[in-house]
Nanobody, 125 residues
Framework: QVQLVESGGGSVQPGGSLRLSCAASGRTSGSYVMGWFRQAPRKEREFVAFLSRSGGSADYADSVKGRYTISRDDAKNTVYLQMNSLKPEDTAVYYC??????????????????WGQGTQVTVSS
């Protein structure tokens, strides 16, 4: 089992920045693909970003490319999501997730094995 705890959410004005953290505990000795997803009210959970097991490969949803950066610090068992130039449409609950299995596309929530509880991000003037 792996436990994931997100932090760093909050309220920010359009154009502002936030950095989300996702701390992992438990059976973290195995390597995992790490992903960030978000879910706005009355919408489905959507892919935001992923980082490969080695940290050498990343991908982003088109809506956040150039504004968001995913990174990991394996010494701290923590994954980060730096969010810049935030827009009102970025408002959502953000979740981090860990994918241990090889199968399944990294942009699909169903492919992930472990999830955090989520952290609220609100972008509003």
């Amino acid at each position: 089992q792996v436990q994931l705890v997100e932090s760093g959410g909050g309220s920010v004005q359009p154009g502002g920045s936030l950095r989300l953290s996702c701390a992992a505990s438990g059976r973290t000795s195995g390597s995992y693909v790490m992903g960030w997803f978000r879910q706005a009210p009355r919408k489905e959970r959507e892919f935001v970003a992923f980082l490969s097991r080695s940290g050498g490969s990343a991908d982003y949803a088109d809506s956040v490319k150039g504004r968001y950066t995913i990174s990991r610090d394996d010494a701290k068992n923590t994954v980060y999501l730096q969010m810049n130039s935030l827009k009102p449409e970025d408002t959502a609950v953000y979740y981090c997730a860990a994918k241990g299995r090889v199968s399944g596309s990294y942009h699909l929530p169903a492919a992930y094995d472990y999830w955090g509880q989520g952290t609220q991000v609100t972008v509003s003037s």
